[in-house]
């Protein structure tokens, strides 16, 4: 496994009901092997089943809120949104809207203050898929600082990974950069990622920060998948536990195109097609 570094150095709520049971007029119908098509999103980290009973809060690290998104999840009908012309013919439907990715963010920011506020943290952006979500989770927790009796005070880096051609895991990250991460030592990090996948480029990059001693590692991934051979790695903080396919949008590519898209959306195989390499 190749790695190389770089760092740049730069000084839930979920709207569970309305997203489960928005059924667009039209929509396009997807087999529902279990008969659940309508719950798409079910706690996840609390045995499932907690569709219908309101999300009280949580606390402690243990018990994080995550959602998952049903392997029977049809998704959006793509044309009950906007979204790039250039994209049109090459995605199969909406998994996430944008509007609930923000909202799911401010619930993370929110559980993130409760756990680690109060502190300095270096937030570790990882390039480039996690752009946006690191941008709003920022944002957000900016916000929660601002108005409330708790702070947080943030630098922000950046490092830029790269593991997969096409759809596929490359089996070997490129850590593209430096030895900066010695910069971490003894710091509280919080590493923003977009997705984790199979889980060996957070593998791979936690054990490049760990050899540096930072005091705290914490992990927020926008998405999990749920995969047959994933490693099990799971991140501190997650957004949603998704079925096992190829997202894009919402700053997450498919070589390098769909990061100006921005609901959270399914490939389509002309889409792969199109731009592969
Ligand atoms: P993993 O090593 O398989 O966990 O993959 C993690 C990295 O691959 C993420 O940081 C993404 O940049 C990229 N990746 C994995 N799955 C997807 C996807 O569905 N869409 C876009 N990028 C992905
Ligand atoms: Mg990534």
Redesign the pocket.
Known sequence: MSIVLDMIETSSEIPRAQHAHIQPAGSRVRPSPSGEQAAGLRGSQTGGGREGRAPGPRSGSGNRVSDRITDDWPGYDLNLFTYPQHYYGDLEYVLIPHGIVVDRTERLAKDIMKDIGNCDIMVLC?L???YKFCADLVEHLKNISRNSDQFVSMKVDFIR?K??KN?Q?MGE?QIIGGNDLSTLAGKNVLIV??????????KALLGSIEKYKPNMIKVASLLV?RRPRSDG?RPDYVGFEIPD????GYA???NEYFRDLNHICVINEHGKEKYRV
């Open positions: 990882v480039k898929g996690g990974l593991s997969y759809d895991s990250m990622e977009d997705v984790v996948g199979t889980g060996r480029t957070m998948k790695f396919l190829f997202v894009v997450l590519d498919y």
